[in-house]
C-alpha cells in the first residue's frame, strides 16, 4: 500500500485533491469571513468541506498543510508567553487542578455513556468518550483494536459542536465583552510586514519546534514542539514579533478544511450514532465547564470567559485558535488544554488494558 501512495501519480493526484479541498475550504472561509463570524475562516472552511464530504464529493488532503498550520498555532500561543506572564505562571496551580478533576470527570462520563447507551465495544467506548484531542485518539484506537471510524467520527462530531457554538455563546452571552476580549478588529490585513529577522527566527521555531517535538514524542507535537521554542525566545526577549493576520487566516482555512473529511463516506447508521454521542458528550462537557468556570470566577479570580474557554475539551490546536482569535489569553488557555491532552495521553495507556480485562466477561457473555 506504501509503495502504490508513493508512485508519482498517485502523489499528483493526491495534492490535486489537497489544493482543490483547500481552495474549497478558502471560498467557504471567506464567506465566513464576510459574514463577520467569530472564527469565520475556520467555521466557513468547515461548514464547506463538512457538507461536500457528507454529499459524496471527496474533500481529502495531505496531512502536510494541516501539520505546517498547527505549527504555526504553536508560534502564535508561544508569542503570548511574554515576560510578565511569568509572574501569574505560580497562580495558575489551582486551576490546572481543577482541570485534571474536570478531566477526570468527563472521561468517566463519556466512557459510560459510549458503552451503555451507544453500545460500542470496550475499546471503542473507551477512547470515544475521553476528553482527548482527535488525532491522539485515532493513534489509540489504531493501537487497541478500536474502530477507528466510530472512534474519529464521536471526536469529530463533539469538535464541530464545540467549534461552532463557543465562540458564538460567549460573544453572545456578554462573556467576551465583560473582559474586553472578542472586540478585536477582525479585519485581515493583506500584507505580512514582518521584519526579515523576526521572520527568520519564527521560521526557525517553527521547523526546529516540529522536529524537536516529534523526536521527543511530545504530546500534540506539531504544536508543543513549536510553542516551547516560540515562547523561550518571545520570554527571552529574542523576538516581540507576533504572526500575521494573514497566516493566522490561512491557519483557520486549513484546520477548518480538514475537519471536513471526516465524515466522508460515513453510514447513516454511525453518523447517527455519532452524532447522538457527539451531542450527549458535549452538552454535558459544556455544562461541567459553565460550573468549573464559575468556580475560577469566584474563588480564582479567572474570568467566566478565560476559564470556560480553558476547559472545555475541543482540539488543543483549536481551542488555541479560538483563544487566538478572541483575544482571551491565550497562554493560560493553551497551557490548560495542554495539561487536559497530557493527562489522556498519559493515562490512556495505562488504564485501557485493566479497562479491557475487566469488560471482557460481560461482553463475553
Same mark, same amino acid.
Given at each position: ?20 479541498t ?5 471560498a467557504?472561509?471567506? $464567506? ?5 463570524l ?18 459524496? =464529493? ?11 498550520? $498547527?505549527?504555526?498555532?504553536?508560534l ?13 505562571v ?14 477526570? =470527570? ?14 460500542? !465495544? ?5 477512547? #470515544? ?5 482527535? #488525532? ?32 458564538? #455563546? ?8 465583560a473582559?474586553?476580549?472578542? &472586540? ?16 527568520? =527566527? ?50 483557520? =482555512? ?10 466522508a463516506g ?9 452524532? %447522538?454521542?457527539?451531542? %450527549? ?9 459553565v $460550573?468549573?468556570?464559575?468556580?475560577? !470566577? ?38 490548560h ?5 497530557? $493527562?489522556?495521553?498519559? &493515562? ?12 471482557? #466477561?460481560?461482553?463475553?457473555?
Open positions: 500500500m506504501h509503495q502504490t501512495l508513493n508512485q508519482p501519480g498517485k502523489e499528483s493526484h493526491s495534492l490535486n485533491y489537497t489544493l482543490r483547500l481552495a474549497l475550504g478558502a467557504g472561509g471567506y $464567506i465566513g469571513y464576510l459574514l463577520g467569530p472564527l469565520g475562516w475556520l467555521l466557513g472552511a468547515m461548514a464547506v468541506t463538512m457538507v461536500l464530504a457528507m454529499a459524496g =464529493i471527496r474533500v481529502t488532503a495531505s496531512p502536510n498543510p494541516r501539520a505546517a498550520m $498547527i505549527a504555526v498555532i504553536g502564535m500561543v508561544g508569542s503570548a508567553f511574554k515576560p510578565e506572564v511569568l509572574g501569574y505560580g497562580e495558575w496551580w489551582a486551576s490546572l487542578v481543577a482541570v485534571a478533576v474536570y478531566t477526570v =470527570i468527563t472521561a468517566a462520563f463519556g466512557v459510560f455513556t459510549c458503552s451503555r447507551l451507544g453500545r460500542l !465495544d470496550s475499546p471503542t467506548a473507551a477512547l #470515544s468518550g475521553m476528553p482527548g484531542g482527535l #488525532s491522539e485518539m485515532i493513534v489509540m484506537a489504531s493501537a487497541f483494536g478500536a474502530d477507528v471510524r466510530s472512534v474519529s467520527m464521536v471526536h469529530a462530531t463533539r469538535l464541530v459542536i464545540l467549534i461552532a457554538t463557543v465562540p458564538l #455563546s460567549l460573544t453572545l452571552s456578554g462573556a467576551l465583552a473582559i474586553g476580549a472578542g &472586540s478585536v478588529d477582525r479585519t485581515v490585513h493583506w500584507t505580512i510586514g514582518l521584519p526579515p529577522v523576526d521572520a527568520a =527566527i519564527l521560521l526557525g521555531c517553527a521547523v526546529l519546534g516540529l522536529i524537536l517535538g516529534r523526536r521527543l514524542r511530545l504530546p500534540a507535537a506539531n504544536l508543543t514542539g513549536p510553542l516551547v521554542l516560540s515562547a523561550a525566545a518571545h520570554l527571552t526577549g529574542l523576538t516581540a514579533a507576533e504572526v500575521p493576520d494573514v497566516v493566522l487566516a490561512v491557519a483557520q =482555512i486549513v484546520i477548518g478544511a480538514t475537519i471536513g473529511q471526516h465524515f460515513v453510514e447513516r447508521r454511525l453518523l447517527a450514532t455519532a452524532v %447522538i454521542l457527539g451531542i %450527549i458528550l458535549t452538552c454535558f462537557s459544556l455544562a461541567t465547564a $460550573i468549573f468556570a464559575m468556580f475560577f !470566577d469566584h474563588y480564582l479570580n479567572v474570568p467566566f470567559a478565560v476559564g470556560f474557554l480553558a476547559l472545555v475539551p475541543g482540539g488543543l490546536p483549536e481551542m488555541s485558535l479560538i483563544a487566538i482569535s478572541l483575544d482571551v489569553n491565550p497562554a493560560f488557555v493553551s497551557l488544554h495542554l495539561c487536559r491532552v497530557v $493527562i489522556i495521553v498519559i &493515562s490512556a495507556p495505562l488504564i485501557l488494558p485493566l479497562w479491557l480485562r475487566l469488560m471482557r #466477561s460481560p461482553d463475553r457473555d
